[in-house]
Structure formats: C-alpha cells, structure tokens
C-alpha cells in the first residue's frame, strides 16, 4: 500500500496563476482533508470531505476549492494563487469523520512569487 | 474553541537519555482524543502515540509513552532510550469525539534534536 501520495512534491507559482494539487489514498477510507502548515504554527484544516460526494469549509478556506472526485482522490484548487497561499500543503485520510486517526501524505512544498 | 499549548518551542536529548515534551490543552468536552505526531525533516507526518480521554491508563508504544492527566488537561509524551532517528519536530494534536467533521486542532510543535 502506497498510503497516501501527493502530487506535485515542489511548485512555484506566480501570483495569479492557478493550480490543482492532487491527493489519493488506497486505504479505502471514507474521510480525507486538505491542511496547511506554516512557519511556527500547526496544521489548519482548509477544507474536508466526509465521504464521496460531500465537501465541508475547515479553519482556513478563503482562496481555496476542493473536488472529491471518488473516493480515493481529493484535489485542492488554488484559482489565483498569492503570496499568502505559500506554504506546505498535506492531504490526509482517515476511515471517518468519526474516527480518530488521520494518515498523513508526505506534502506539497508550495511557493507563490 | 479547542486549543493546543506546546511551550517548548526547542528541545534537546544525548543519545539512549529520556526526554520528556509537554502539552496542555484547553476543552470544554469530556470525550476526545489526543494525538502526538513526529515530522522529520523529510516532512512526512508520522502518528506517535494516541490516547482516548474515556480510558485512564496511559497509552504506550515501544520506547514512547504519554502522561495524561485529563483533569489538569496535559498530555506530555515521554520518548526512553533517545535515538538519533528521533530528532524531528513533534505536534500534539487534537480531536474531538462529540462532533462530526471536527478536524485534528495542532499545537505548534517542539523541535527535538538528538545528539550523540
């Protein structure tokens, strides 16, 4: 099992442009989330899906837009990147909303000049 | 709101010694769970240790090992016998069991270097 992968790994964007950053996990789970990290904070929730179909507002939205496209993948869109939305972007998956542990894939190094 | 403290923003461990990290957390629930997660510099986000807040005993994995006090909202993590592999920054997190769609709520992080 590859988990949970995440492309690209690095991307450098220029402010306007936009972007698609792509998720799946092969563990068959029904949840899966969008995070951000930045320097000297934790992760913020951005946006999650509860299960195929469903898409719900996390801590940090403004800028962003999500597509659970099946049940393996979670894209998250960036339609006019700024220099604010630069960043360490992780997707994640876990079996449910309701269930505890959340798996994380190994992230998207995002720079927005 | 939920809140995760981590006040140590550095620590440091020789080799095969014992390191203690702490965490407090603010909630008004009674039912959730608590997470400590391990990023190396490869940035992979790797899940420690977790604790359910219904059960007392402290949950334990190998050479790492929580202290959680519910009452006094602390859940510190204990890593035995230090490795050099251990150096990574660790983010105690958590969950709440009550409510759907609630994510992970993340302190922000302990860098823990290891030295030999």
């Known amino acids: 099992n590859a988990g949970v992968t995440q492309t690209p790994k690095f991307q450098v964007l220029k402010t306007g442009q936009s972007m698609t950053l792509q998720c799946a996990q092969d563990?068959?789970?029904?949840?899966m989330y969008w995070y951000r990290q930045d320097p000297g904070m934790g992760l913020r929730l951005i946006y999650y899906s509860a299960s195929e179909g469903t898409t719900d507002k996390g801590e940090v939205p403004n800028g962003y837009n999500v597509s659970r496209l099946n049940k393996r993948e979670f894209s998250l869109r960036l339609e006019s990147a700024a220099p604010s939305q630069t960043s360490v972007y992780f997707c994640a998956s876990s079996v449910s909303i309701y269930r505890y542990e959340q798996y994380f894939g190994p992230g998207t190094r995002l720079t927005v000049t | 709101a939920q809140t995760v403290t981590q006040s140590q923003p550095e620590m440091s461990v020789q080799e095969a010694e014992t390191v203690t990290l702490s965490c407090t957390y603010d909630?008004?629930?009674?039912?959730?769970?608590l997470f400590w997660y391990k990023q190396p510099p490869s940035r992979q986000m790797i899940l420690v240790i977790r604790q359910e807040a219904y059960k007392q005993q402290n949950a334990t994995e190998n050479r790492f090992s929580v202290n959680f006090q519910k009452a006094a909202k602390s859940f510190s993590l204990k890593i035995s016998d230090s490795q050099l592999g251990d150096a990574a920054m660790y983010f105690c997190?958590?969950?709440?069991?009550?409510?759907?769609?609630?994510?992970?709520?993340f302190g922000k992080g302990t860098t823990l270097s290891v030295s030999s």
């Open positions: 563990m068959n789970h029904n949840s």
């Open positions: 997190a958590y969950r709440s069991a009550d409510q759907a769609g609630t994510a992970l709520i």
């Open positions: 909630t008004s629930e009674s039912d959730y769970y």
